[in-house]
Nanobody
Framework: QVQLVESGGGLVQAGGSLRLSCTNPERTYSAAHMAWFRQAPGKERAFVAA????????YYVDSVKGRFTISRDSFGDTMYMQMNNLLPEDTAVYYCAQSNIWIATRPSDYPLWGQGTQVTVSS
């Protein structure tokens, strides 16, 4: 089954920035809604942000508003999340996911996932 591929995670100090990317090797999600989720150790996977198929509508969880920006390129093949002013509580494995539902915030609404990329924010 085709999977999405995330990249861009790493270790950063509090206040720093990272940019995550998500691609579909099959290039088949240009008309699909996309999202980022994250899962911290011992916690359930949680919604972070979503962008609609055309890229002109976005939705964020309150804890990242004003710090994270989700976007996608004009072809719809690659999705990004710019993360600024990172906090230790942002430490988690970040996953990108694809859905035909807008606005979907439950993991069960997303049938296609990537393997995840680790983001660690030190204090």
């Amino acid at each position: 089954q085709v999977q999405l591929v995330e990249s861009g995670g790493g270790l950063v100090q509090a206040g720093g920035s990272l940019r995550l990317s998500c691609t579909n090797p099959e290039r088949t999600y240009s008309a699909a809604h996309m999202a980022w989720f994250r899962q911290a150790p011992g916690k359930e996977r949680a919604f972070v942000a979503a962008i609609n198929w055309s890229g002109d509508s976005t939705y964020y969880v309150d804890s990242v508003k004003g710090r994270f920006t989700i976007s996608r390129d004009s072809f719809g093949d690659t999705m990004y999340m710019q993360m600024n002013n990172l906090l230790p509580e942002d430490t988690a494995v970040y996953y990108c996911a694809q859905s035909n539902i807008w606005i979907a915030t439950r993991p069960s609404d997303y049938p296609l996932w990537g393997q995840g990329t680790q983001v660690t924010v030190s204090s």
